[in-house]
Nanobody
Framework: QVQLVESGGGLVQAGGSLRLSCVASGSIFRLNTMGWYRQSPGKQRELVAAITSGGLTNHTDPVKGRFAISRDNAKNTVYLQMNSLKPEDTAVYYC??????????????WGQGTQVTVSS
């Protein structure tokens, strides 16, 4: 089994910053692409940013220039640095990882989510 645990969410004023972390543990052979998604009430879960095992990144338009995804492969951790936060960034943020387990099976895993609230 594989577990993803997010941390770093909280309440911040507009214009502020937060850094989210997601640590993967368990029967991991290889962490492939990792990403951050978010979901606000009444809306579908949406991609925020993703990063490959080699460090190639993709940031969606709403967060380009404000958020930055990174990873530390030695620590099985992916980060999301969020700057210039806006009230519309308020959501539950989820970590997702494509994991190849020690049994050579590749599948998606999701974290439990961390709440980010941006006040105006």
């Amino acid at each position: 089994q594989v577990q993803l645990v997010e941390s770093g969410g909280g309440l911040v004023q507009a214009g502020g910053s937060l850094r989210l972390s997601c640590v993967a543990s368990g029967s991991i052979f290889r962490l492939n692409t990792m990403g951050w998604y978010r979901q606000s009430p009444g809306k579908q879960r949406e991609l925020v940013a993703a990063i490959t095992s080699g460090g190639l990144t993709n940031h969606t338009d709403p967060v380009k220039g404000r958020f930055a995804i990174s990873r530390d492969n030695a620590k099985n951790t992916v980060y999301l640095q969020m700057n210039s936060l806006k009230p519309e960034d308020t959501a539950v943020y989820y970590c997702r990882a494509v994991v190849t387990t020690v049994n050579s099976v590749a599948r998606d895993y999701w974290g439990q989510g961390t709440q980010v609230t941006v006040s105006s």
